[in-house]
């Protein structure tokens, strides 16, 4: 019984929380009320409120700082890429269904981000492709790789698009980790990743977010192939 109370009361302190936020009582930076406050409001123990925001953290909802309390981050990123990952393992999600999601993202991306792109974003974008032209180095490529995709995402002006192809983007490492610097120390590969890169910041073609995820499955697939196949 006792159990089942103490269930009860951690569930209430959330859901408390969760009609804040819903009501615009609480919106992104603010503070939450104090444990001891929360605990004397709903007349539970503060063992649940702790419990609660122990949980809300994990989710991603606030951030627990040592002297700033608890405030609203919105931070999900990281709790739905690990979410996707425990998925992934535990429903053993074929690494092609994945890429065909991110696929889908990234051409509804480039639809959106052809009407919201800013001026100072197209900059970006041309001096992200002039520097992968000339950079041999392929931790620097790869690192500009990503710049590139997140700044299109960005442009979108579309905040769960950002999320979710970052989570996905985590994810998809658990397979392809040094993928794209495979890719890139290949001259064949490295051109055609290039012309699908520019492609992408000089028309919007989803016919190159076709051809760059085409090179992705290509090599995604031989690596999946020697990995778990050896055992």
């Known amino acids: 019984m006792a159990r089942q109370e103490a269930g009860r009361a951690y569930q209430t302190v959330i859901d408390l929380i969760k009609r804040k936020i819903i009501r615009n009582e609480v919106q992104l930076g603010d503070n939450l009320p104090p444990e001891r406050e929360l605990a004397e409001t709903l007349g539970v123990s503060r063992t649940s409120v702790r419990e609660a925001l122990r949980t809300l953290e994990v989710m991603g909802i606030i951030t627990s700082t040592q002297g700033a309390g608890n405030v609203i981050s919105g931070n999900f990123e990281k709790s739905l890429g690990e979410s996707l990952a425990m998925m992934f393992l535990v429903q053993k999600i074929d690494y092609k269904q994945i890429s065909e999601l991110r696929c889908g993202l990234e051409k509804t991306m480039i639809v959106l981000a052809v ?7 197209i900059d970006l974008l041309e001096t992200l492709i002039e520097a992968m032209e000339h950079t041999t180095d392929e931790i620097d490529n ?10 299109i995402a960005k442009a979108a002006s579309n905040p769960l698009i950002v999320t979710i192809l970052q989570a996905l983007a985590d994810v998809m490492h658990l397979f392809i980790k040094d993928l794209r610097k495979k890719i890139i120390a290949v001259d064949k590969g490295k051109n055609r990743l290039q012309l699908a890169h520019k492609h992408m910041v000089k028309a919007g073609a ?12 290509e090599n995604l697939r031989l690596d999946y192939v020697v990995k778990y196949t050896t055992f």
């Open 206 to 217: 989803q016919a190159a977010i076709e051809e760059h995820f085409q090179l992705v499955d």
């Open 115 to 121: 009407d919201k792109i800013s001026k100072e974003q």
């Open 142 to 151: 790869v690192d500009l790789d990503e710049k590139l995709h997140y700044t």
